[in-house]
Structure formats: structure tokens, C-alpha cells
């Protein structure tokens, strides 16, 4: 079936860096969804990219969308502890939302 | 605008006996779903609905799990009877449109099995 990979499973920075996350799909993307989890919470919607080669800005938060619309990386600068928790991707599979493996941040002051 | 609502917030139970949760999504979402969360690992889709007719429910384990969303509004999601791999965290969403769109989660129930 359909799966969704992210890399790397753990990150941990300190704050000031930079930190990426990358997201593989085994097909075809319609659309790549980003949702960020804090420790204890729930996942929140980020944002969705819909366009091949399509690249978003949230402030410090730059999300690409890749040409064959197979991958995605969300890229933070300058990490703040703000910034910790997991980052998931997802995209739609034949009938259902594909959860990647996501990404947990740690951020060290 | 009211986000998505789960109650308990909190569970503990025995295995073997069952539990219910519920969930309120945000008002005109067709499409809701319940998820089910293990700690250190993303969202597995359970259920998803879209008004009150199921739209897929393959990973469901229909043996002890079952789920309705009666008026195409508010849901239940019940357990019976319980067992220890069930602690877990149940995420209720839903979204304006077919699964494709955005998502929005409720707080979830964490529930202990022991």
C-alpha cells in the first residue's frame, strides 16, 4: 500500500539553528498537507501545497512541494523553542489521508 | 469558531471492559474521522465518515471496535471489550471536504488499558 515516509525520525538543535524535515511518498501526490503535534497535543494544521515546484512561507517556516509531486520538505530558520514538537506530513492516498512517520524537534536553549 | 470537541478527556480502564468516546466536530464539516494515536507514532486512520454513511473503515478492528455518527453530526466511538494494546490516544477530526482537505483535531482521549 501507500506510504508516506519522513527523515529524519528525531532531530535535536540548538535554538538559533536550522532545521528540515523531509517527506517521501511511494505515488503521486494530489496535494501535501503539514500538521504540527506539540508534546502532549494534537496534531494542528500547517498548511497545504497543491502546485509541482510549489514553495510556502509561514514567518520562519518555508514548505516546498517537489516537481514530481512525490516529496516535501519543510525548512525552519532559526529554530525557537516555540518550535518543538513533531511535524507530520500527509497526503491523500485513494481514499484516505496517508500520515507520514514525522519528525520529532527538540530544541535546546 | 468552536474547534472540534472530545470528551473524556481522559480514560482508565480494564481489559475487558468496554469504553466510549465522543466527539462534536466543528459545525457544517461533513467528513469526520476518528483516529487512533500510539505514543511515538502518527495518526492511523480507524474510521471516517461523510454525513452519517462510513467511508472507509478497513483499518477498524470490527471485532471489538465500533463507531456511529448518527444525524451526521456528532459521533461515538466505542471499545468492547478492551485490551492492553488499545491504550492509545483517540484523535477525533473533520474537514470541510472529502478526506483530501485539511484537517482539524479535537484534544483526543488518552486511554490506559491495564
Known amino acids: 500500500g501507500q506510504q508516506v515516509m519522513q527523515i529524519p525520525q528525531y532531530q535535536h538543535v540548538q535554538e538559533g539553528e536550522d532545521f528540515t524535515t523531509y517527506c517521501n511518498s511511494s505515488?503521486?501526490?494530489?496535494?501535501i498537507q503539514w500538521y504540527k503535534q506539540r508534546p502532549g497535543g494534537h496534531p494542528v494544521f500547517l498548511i497545504q501545497l497543491v502546485k509541482s515546484g510549489e514553495v510556502k512561507k509561514q514567518k520562519r517556516l518555508t514548505f516546498q512541494f517537489g516537481e514530481a509531486k512525490k516529496n516535501s520538505s519543510l525548512h525552519i530558520t532559526a529554530t525557537q523553542t516555540t518550535d518543538v514538537g513533531t511535524y507530520f506530513c500527509a497526503g491523500p492516498g485513494a481514499d484516505k489521508l496517508i500520515f507520514g512517520t514525522g519528525t520529532r524537534l527538540q530544541v535546546f536553549p | 469558531e468552536a474547534g472540534v470537541a472530545q470528551s473524556p478527556r481522559y480514560k482508565i480502564i480494564e481489559k475487558r471492559q468496554s469504553v466510549a468516546f465522543w466527539c462534536n466536530p466543528i459545525s457544517g464539516h461533513a467528513t469526520l474521522y476518528w483516529y487512533q494515536q500510539i505514543l511515538g507514532q502518527g495518526p492511523k486512520l480507524l474510521i471516517q465518515?461523510?454525513?452519517?454513511?462510513?467511508?472507509?473503515d478497513s483499518q477498524l478492528p470490527k471485532d471489538r471496535f465500533s463507531a456511529e455518527r448518527l444525524k451526521g453530526v456528532d459521533s461515538t466511538l466505542k471499545i468492547q471489550p478492551a485490551k492492553l494494546e488499545d491504550s492509545a490516544v483517540y484523535l477525533c477530526a473533520s474537514s470541510p471536504g472529502p478526506f483530501s482537505y485539511e484537517q482539524y483535531f479535537g484534544p483526543g482521549t488518552r486511554l490506559t488499558v491495564t
Open positions: 465518515f461523510q454525513n452519517n454513511g462510513v467511508v472507509d
Open positions: 505515488t503521486t501526490l494530489s496535494n
